[in-house]
């Protein structure tokens, strides 16, 4: 265990405080970024920083420009409705081998995130977690290594724009019914329904965020 006040270093460190300021929107869309700035903010030199980069690009929250500087990638329509859209197809296959598969306690498990939602709703942060935890529970049940691998590698993207999907009560309160809806039809075993929700949920998440960058700079 570091010991209390002593700064973490090295490439892990610098690639993941890069990663919460991309997933954060610290860091703008379409902003570059300058090695001799990052080095002295994070104290570290050109070679951690360089790997922790590296890292960035290969998982695509950073871009190589061919002059060969780095910057944020910008938040496209196009890029989001993608996401949003395999996310959607993912969700619901595991919502259905969920519903395959549930068991009492699974149900007991999932009620209970959703009853800490609903206690939640009206706190933007505290939703967003809780609608994400009934999406891995559900995950779980289905137990599908393949969907959760995929899952894992888009939701770093789904990070950037999911506080566009919640950030009124009304979006919040109709989060919060899906999700109500899901775990029921889950709990009783309906395949159909299960998936069905599971898509719509994600699809109408993908339409509130494309309606909000719509109205906003891109850029930040």
């Keep these: 265990m570091s010991e209390p006040g002593v700064r973490p270093s090295g490439s ?6 890069l990663k919460r300021q ?8 379409g902003e570059r970024l300058y090695e001799p700035t990052l080095s002295n903010k994070f104290e570290v030199s050109r070679t951690p920083l360089r790997e922790a980069i590296k890292r960035l690009i290969s998982e695509s929250l950073l871009e190589q420009q061919p002059t ?8 496209d329509a196009k890029t989001i409705a993608e996401l949003y859209d395999v996310r959607a197809a993912l969700e619901g296959l595991t919502a259905q081998e969920a519903a395959s598969k ?3 306690v699974d149900i007991q498990k999932m009620r ?3 009853a800490r939602n609903a ?3 009206n706190f933007e942060d505290e939703a967003i977690i809780l609608g994400s935890s009934l999406h891995h529970a559900i995950m779980d049940i289905a137990d599908n290594s393949w969907a959760f691998k995929l899952h894992n590698q888009i939701a770093s993207h789904m990070e950037r724009y999911r506080r566009f999907t919640n950030q009124t009560q009304e979006r919040r309160e109709a989060a919060l019914a899906d999700h109500r809806a899901i775990c029921e039809m889950v709990a009783s075993g309906n395949i159909q329904q ?3 929700l599971a898509f719509a ?3 109408m998440a993908r339409d509130a965020a494309l309606k909000v960058i719509s109205g906003r700079t891109l850029q930040g």
Excluded: C, F, K, Q
């Design 22 to 29: 991309i997933l954060n929107l610290e860091l703008a869309p």
């Design 112 to 114: 209970g995130i959703v």
């Design 119 to 121: 206690a939640m709703v």
């Design 194 to 196: 299960s998936r069905d």
């Design 102 to 104: 549930v068991t009492e």
């Design 201 to 203: 949920h994600v699809i």
């Design 68 to 75: 060969g500087g780095v910057v944020v990638p910008m938040m």
């Design 12 to 17: 892990p460190y610098v690639y993941t405080e």
